[in-house]
Each structure stands twice: as C-alpha cells, then as structure tokens.
C-alpha cells in the first residue's frame, strides 16, 4: 500500500513500497488521465521525460491498457529532449519509442520530436513554431492565464540534484519567462546540448507528475517537498519551482525516495 496524502502547496504525494507498485500506479494515473482527456476535448497531450521514467510506464503495452487506452487520441510531446540523433543512445525520442511507442498505436504525425539536424538553439526554436501551431489549430489547448499551452499532462522525473526536464538548479534557463522552449549547450549533465519546455509551460498544464526512485534523490525530494525556512536552499531547487497554477501536481516515489520525507518519519 502507497502512503498518500496531499500537502497544502505541493499537491499529492504517494510514497511506493517497490517499483513494481509505483509502476502499477504511475499506469492508472496515465490511463486515467487519458480517459478523461479524451471525454473532455478528444485528445490526450502529454509531455515526456527520459531516463527511469519510460520504463516504470512500460505496463502501458501490457493488458489491459494496451486495449483500453485509445492511442489513436494521443499527441507526444517531450519535456526536454537531448539535441542528437534520433539514433542515438541519449536520444529521449529512441528511449520513449524503443520502448513504448513503437508497441503501441500512436500515429506517427502525433509524434511531436525535435529536428535532430539543426543547432540546439534552432531545434528548440523549431520545436516552439511547432507546439505553436498545434495550439494555434486547437490540438493543444491554450492556457487561460497566459498565452502557453496546456498540456493535459507533462511527466517529469527528477535528478538527484533536483533538476526536472533539463532545468538545472542556478542555470540562466531556469529565468527564461518569454519563451516556450528554452536551449542549453552547456547542461552540467551530459550531453550538453539540450532543449528543454520552461516553467512558464510546466505550470500552465492541467497535470504534472515529477517521478523520482532512489535514496540518492531523496535530500532534493524532502527540499523539493517539505514547509523549510525560508533561508534554505530549497528556494531555487527547480522541483521546487514546479508549481501549476491552475492545475494538478502528483509526486510517484519509492520507498528510499520518500525516506527524507517530514511525513514519512512520521508515519514510519
């Protein structure tokens, strides 16, 4: 059983057992949100991280959600994508196709990846024009706040050092407000090209859900999480910033994870 409760400022929090159980879990939220998407506007936008987090999807090609969700509504998008080819190892397009988009049926024009031949800054200012267009035709819905759009669930894993998407704590993209998609050339995280959607985006979706599995994330989670003083160094940690304004946040996590949790101690 997942020990779940919803903090005041930083949503729902579930804390896992196993991988095995957060994995089940992480599957319904998806599916669920699918479903609804769908009811609602007749598509399901979702943006994507790489890394753990397409595994721990991976029972979405198993029975019965390979029968029930309707991949025919689907629109992919990444969260953050590293400017190589689409051939290559690091590349979060071949990671999310390999193992999950290719065992499903996703058309192929509802793919939304990066141009993997242009410079990072051109990649991310085509991948913008490209998002654009789609809010402009009404696939992706447009914020009512601002003029972002609003996906209806962007899935964001978390490094050890707090970094989601390809923000990384007291990089310049982390300020970036005017733009949708943001470039790096130098990520203190190998490969050091990459684009990444900004705050302004993040926040602006209906659903965020940030994944982390592992003791070694669990100091960012705890600082990520927890009511801390103000003087702490939480304050610019990039999961901390990851706030919707007039959506959902959910946080799926292992035991070792959680384990820094304030409530955590509490219930162990």
Not at 1 to 12: F, I, V
Request: hydrophobic residues 40%; contains cysteine; charged residues 25%.
């Amino acid at each position: 059983m997942a020990l779940t409760w919803t903090h005041r400022d930083r949503g729902e929090i579930r804390v896992h057992e196993n991988l095995e159980e957060l994995s089940i879990d992480l599957v319904d939220y998806i599916a669920e949100i699918s479903e609804a998407s769908i009811k609602e506007h007749g598509a399901f936008c979702i943006a994507l991280s790489g890394g753990s987090l397409i595994s721990l999807m991976g029972k979405l090609i198993e029975q019965p959600y390979d029968k029930i969700v309707d991949w025919a509504k689907w629109y992919v998008f990444w969260a953050d994508e590293r400017v190589v080819a689409k051939s290559h190892d690091d590349s979060n397009y071949k990671l999310a196709k390999d193992n999950l988009l290719s065992k499903v049926n996703v058309f192929p024009r509802h793919i939304c990846s990066i141009n993997d031949t242009v410079s990072a800054e051109e990649a991310a200012t085509e991948y913008e024009f490209a998002i654009r267009q789609m809010v402009r035709t009404r696939t992706v819905a447009a914020s009512e706040n601002s003029d972002c759009p609003k996906f209806d669930l962007i899935l964001l894993g978390m490094g050890s050092d707090g970094h989601v998407a390809s923000l990384f704590p007291n990089h310049p993209a982390l300020e970036v407000k005017n733009d949708w998609v943001t470039f790096l050339t130098n990520s203190p995280k190998p490969p050091p090209e990459r684009i990444t959607l900004t705050f302004p985006v993040i926040n602006s979706a209906v659903n965020v859900a940030i994944v982390a599995t592992g003791e070694s994330k669990a100091s960012a989670i705890h600082l990520a999480i927890d009511d801390l003083p103000l003087q702490s160094n939480s304050v610019s940690l990039p999961a901390r910033l990851v706030n919707p304004s007039n959506g959902n946040l959910f946080w799926f996590m292992d035991k070792p994870a959680g384990s820094k949790l304030d409530r955590f101690k509490f219930s162990e």
